[in-house]
């Protein structure tokens, strides 16, 4: 099966040394978001978990740990993006998270390293032109290091409206417009331009449509096939194959301003606070009246399939 990790949270920036007491004790507790009461029992063995996904702003933290994940497939999102603290007060500086992607390609390889730009909005200071200019100079900066580049503009979502009101939809001109120029961007450094949930508008002018973390993408990087059961993407418009995650909302600190993740940063102080490194749960402990069931888990490998 497929553990994902950041969906709801950047566990490698802010919860290393937990996730590396998880990976050493073999197992997950998870809250169900919406029946807190519910919490799921994941193994964290190789015997059941096929690779491990992660989604970051940040993965200098756990870069001098990448041996403990060894034993387990592997398949990284590093998200960088233009903004300055204005809008992103909490994650560390452009060059910084550059030279971190390196690293990890470096040691993992260019096929499970993936460059996130998104989500992509506009305002008077984050234009048209800032962003292309933007994004040729990190798409230079990561040529060799990646082979695919995932963007999508950016979703109201309520949580999103109430923390950023000032922020507007992108229209359809400005997404086919930026979209050409960062898909031949992409391309000229060795790319493949995936949109996120954006449907296929941009497919005419090269991008591939087909999803950012299919079975295919994930089948390249652990190097094998998987005959994985049909799962349902994270939205309606998403191709991709998620399955569980083991984060929890309202607990990452880099406080972006466009966060689905984060109701308030009040909130995420205050879920930061009952953080604890030894707790099976990211946040606090069991509780009396929690209802702990034990997940149904395989191997999705398909042996006889290997990739070369």
């Known amino acids: 099966m497929i553990i994902n990790t950041g969906m709801r949270t950047d566990i490698p920036a802010f919860y290393t040394p937990w996730f590396l007491n998880r990976l050493r004790e073999g197992f997950v507790l998870v809250r169900n978001p919406y029946r807190p009461e519910q919490v799921t029992r994941y193994r964290l063995s190789p015997d059941v978990v096929d690779l491990i996904g992660f989604c970051t702003k ?68 984050y234009t048209l032109d800032f962003h292309r200019r933007a994004f040729a100079k990190m798409a230079e900066a990561l040529a060799g290091y990646t082979h695919a580049c995932v963007i999508s503009f950016i979703d109201l979502y309520p949580k999103v409206t109430r923390n950023f009101p000032e922020v507007l939809p992108v229209g359809r001109e400005d997404r086919l417009a930026l979209g050409q120029y960062i898909i031949q961007t992409a391309r000229a450094n060795g790319m493949v331009l995936r949109p996120c949930g954006e449907g296929s508008e941009l497919a005419p002018y090269g991008a591939d449509c087909g999803g950012c973390m299919t079975l295919g993408i994930l089948e390249k990087a652990l190097g094998e096939g998987i005959r994985a059961p049909k799962q349902r993407g994270a939205r309606k418009a998403c191709s991709c194959h998620i399955t569980c995650d083991i984060g929890a909302y309202d607990t990452c600190a880099h406080l972006c301003r466009y966060c689905y993740a984060n109701t308030s940063r009040e909130a995420v102080l205050q879920n930061r606070q009952r953080h604890d490194p030894r707790s099976p749960l990211l946040i606090g402990h069991l509780q009396p009246g929690d209802q702990l069931r034990q997940a149904h888990q395989e191997s999705w490998r398909d042996r006889q399939g290997r990739l070369f």
Do not use: N
């Open 58 to 125: 940040d993965p200098e933290p756990l870069l001098p740990h990448l041996d403990a994940l060894e034993p387990y497939g592997q398949y990284w999102f590093v998200t960088i993006t233009p903004y300055g603290r204005d809008i992103e007060p909490g994650v560390p500086p452009v060059e910084r998270v550059l030279e971190s992607f390196r690293q990890l390609s470096d040691q993992v390889g260019a096929d499970r390293v993936g460059w996130r730009y998104d989500p992509i909005f506009l305002s008077d200071k």
